[in-house]
């Protein structure tokens, strides 16, 4: 099984890659929303974030995200105790996802992770995918998806790593420029058909 990391700012069209990946019957593992799910399933990673951050969940069992924030983006040590200690749990349950994924035989998985250059979830991947457009395109996207101002689309957008970065540190680049969805969809199915061999 062929394990595909998929990264990229927001806006540049990771979706519709995946989803191209999907339609070739690879799993796809949302590294956000398993950190999402954790946060309200994993008990012993409620107790650590507790035992480090304090009372952090609110009485409806769910993370509190606004206190948590206020507690480590003023304090660089406490972000990243975060991070270390997201990482690990977030690691840990793809690395189950995938073990699962290779037992039913799939041919493909996708991780997708916006850190996942920096979290260690590249290491789990034979290789790494940045999905990229120009910054002016992205900002375009974000604001008709969210329905946002460009001012706060444009904080969003530039709030991550450019796409130097991106390009110098993934394995390959797929870039998504003024082409229209469609369009794009249909490149990135030929493009992943020919990384996995197909």
Known sequence: MKIIGIT????????TALRALEALG????DADQVYHDLTVQ????????????????????????KKLGNIVFQNPEALKDLNHLVHHYVGAEIDRLLNLAREQGC???AIDAIELLGSGLGDKCDFTVA??????????????REGITEEYARLRAEAQKDEAYFKEHCDYVLENCEESPEAFAARAL?????????
């Open 8 to 15: 990229g700012g927001t806006g540049a069209g990771k979706t």
């Open 26 to 29: 690879a799993l796809i593992i």
């Open 42 to 65: 994993s008990i012993p990673m409620r107790r650590d974030l507790e035992e480090r951050f304090g009372s952090v969940y609110s009485p409806d069992g769910c993370l509190d995200r």
């Open 107 to 109: 041919l493909a998985a």
């Open 131 to 144: 999905v990229t457009a120009p910054l002016d395109v992205r900002i375009r996207r974000i604001m008709a």
């Open 190 to 198: 030929i493009f992943f058909r020919e990384l996995l061999g197909l």
